[in-house]
C-alpha cells in the first residue's frame, strides 16, 4: 500500500471522521481508521459500531492497493501539523510511515480484516430523497429538542415521519417539542436517529452542494445516507415514538407576535436572576404587548423588561423555564414569531408569523406552573 494525498484533503475529511471515532474506545481498533487503497482512490472509513462514517480523497491510478487500519488520534495529530503540500503514505511491515517535505513519521497499524464491517441494509427497504440545504436546516430545528437521557431511548434521537405529502423531522424531551417539514417526493415510512448520529449527518450535509441530493435508504434497523463524498450508515433506535401529532393545539384563545431576535435578547438578560432552581421567567400578557420579570428572592435580585406587540386575547400571567423557552425559540428561524396560548397551564404553540408561514417549522413548550 502506498499513496500520495494533498494535506488539505487529507484534513478535511479527518474532521468529519472524528466525529464518529469514540473518545474512550471499548476495543483498540475502534480507535483507528480503515483506510484503504484501491481505483486511484484512498478510501477512508470510522467506526463506533453503531454509525460508520466512509469518505474518499483522490490519490491517483499508480497509488499501490493495500487496507490498513491507522489510530486516528496519532493521525490526526500529525496531519493537522504537516506543512501544506503532499505527503506520501505507505504501508512497511506492520507500520504506516507517512513522509512529507520536510520529516516523516511511523505509526503503528491494526490488521485490517478486524475492522467492523457494516451490515447489510434488507431487501425491504425504503428511499427517500432529500435537497442537502433543506435536510440540513430540519435536522438542527428538530434535534435542539431531543433528550440527553439515554434512559429514554426514542426521545434521544430526531423522528423521521415520511409520507405523501412531505417528511417532518421531529424532536422532543416531554418538556419541549419542535417540529420541522421539509418537502419530499418519494418514500413513506418513518424510523428515529440517535442525536449522535445527527450531529455526525449534519456536518457531512454542511459540505454537501446545495444542487446535490442526498438519498436515504432505511429498513427497519438500519439507515444509509448517501450524500455526495460521503456514506453514512447508522443503526436506528428501535423505541415506539410518541404520538406527536396529537398533542398538538387545535385553536387558540388568544396570541401574540414578537420579533424573534429581540424576544430572545429580553429573556436572555433577565433570566440572569432567574430562580436558580427553576429558571423561572413571567410574562404578563396585555392589550400593547407583553412585560417579563424573574426574580430571586433568596440573592435579593430581579428584572423586569417588556415589549410592544399586538396582543389579541384577555390579559394573563404565564411562566417559563428560562432555558426550555430559550431552546425553543432558538430552534426556530424565523424572523417574526407566533405565540400561542389556551390558558397558562395548557401547551404554548411557537411558529412563523402568518407571513413567513413557507417556513415548514413549529414547536411546543409547556408552561411552569404559578403558585
Known amino acids: 500500500m502506498k499513496c500520495t494525498f494533498q494535506n488539505s484533503d487529507f484534513v478535511k475529511v479527518l474532521q468529519d471522521l472524528f466525529k464518529v471515532i469514540p473518545s474512550k474506545p471499548s ?3 475502534l480507535g483507528g481508521i480503515l483506510a484503504k487503497v484501491e481505483d486511484g482512490k484512498l ?14 480523497i483522490p490519490v491517483g ?27 506520501v503514505m505507505e504501508l512497511k511491515d506492520k507500520s504506516i510511515v507517512l513522509s512529507w517535505s520536510s520529516g516523516y513519521s511511523s505509526l503503528p497499524v491494526y ?25 440540513l436546516s430540519a435536522l438542527s430545528c428538530a434535534e435542539s429538542a431531543t433528550s440527553d437521557d439515554d434512559t429514554r431511548p426514542a426521545m434521544a434521537g ?45 456536518a457531512v450535509l454542511s459540505r454537501a452542494e446545495a444542487d446535490s441530493t442526498v438519498t436515504a435508504l432505511f429498513d427497519a434497523s438500519y439507515v444509509r445516507f448517501a450524500i455526495p463524498g460521503y456514506t453514512l450508515l447508522a443503526r436506528l433506535v428501535t423505541a ?34 432567574a430562580d436558580r432552581s427553576s429558571s ?28 410592544e406587540a399586538d396582543y389579541q386575547g384577555p390579559e394573563m400571567t404565564i411562566g417559563f423555564n428560562a432555558k426550555h423557552l430559550l431552546e425553543v425559540i432558538a430552534s426556530l428561524s424565523c424572523n417574526i414569531l407566533r405565540i400561542q396560548f389556551n390558558g397558562a397551564k395548557r401547551a404554548v404553540l411557537f411558529t412563523p408569523s402568518r407571513e413567513e408561514e413557507a417556513i415548514a417549522e413549529k414547536a411546543i413548550l409547556m408552561p411552569l406552573a404559578l403558585e
Open 27 to 29: 476495543i483498540p481498533i
Open 61 to 87: 491510478l499508480d497509488a499501490e492497493k493495500g487496507a490498513c487500519v491507522i489510530s486516528a488520534e496519532k493521525l490526526k495529530g500529525i496531519v493537522d501539523r504537516i506543512p501544506q503540500g503532499s505527503t
Open 280 to 307: 423561572l421567567v413571567k410574562f404578563q400578557l396585555a392589550a400593547g404587548g407583553l412585560s417579563a420579570e424573574a426574580q430571586d428572592l433568596g440573592f435579593c435580585v430581579s428584572a423586569h423588561d417588556k415589549m
Open 240 to 273: 415506539k415514538y410518541p404520538n406527536y401529532r396529537s398533542i398538538l393545539p387545535k385553536g387558540s384563545e388568544s396570541e401574540i407576535s414578537l420579533n424573534r431576535k429581540d424576544l430572545m435578547d429580553m429573556v436572555s438578560r433577565i433570566s440572569v436572576c
Open 158 to 202: 430526531v423522528f423521521f415521519d415520511m409520507g405523501p405529502s412531505g417528511t417532518q423531522l421531529v424532536g422532543t424531551d416531554a418538556r419541549k417539542l419542535v417540529i420541522a417539514g421539509i418537502k419530499t417526493t418519494d418514500g413513506e415510512g418513518s424510523f428515529i436517529l440517535h442525536r449522535k448520529a445527527c450531529s455526525v449527518l449534519k
Open 111 to 135: 490488521d485490517h480484516n478486524d475492522f467492523p464491517t457494516p451490515p447489510d441494509i434488507s431487501e425491504s427497504y425504503t428511499i427517500g430523497n432529500f435537497v442537502p440545504t433543506e435536510l
Open 43 to 56: 478510501f477512508l472509513t470510522a467506526s463506533n459500531t453503531e454509525v460508520f462514517l466512509s469518505t474518499s
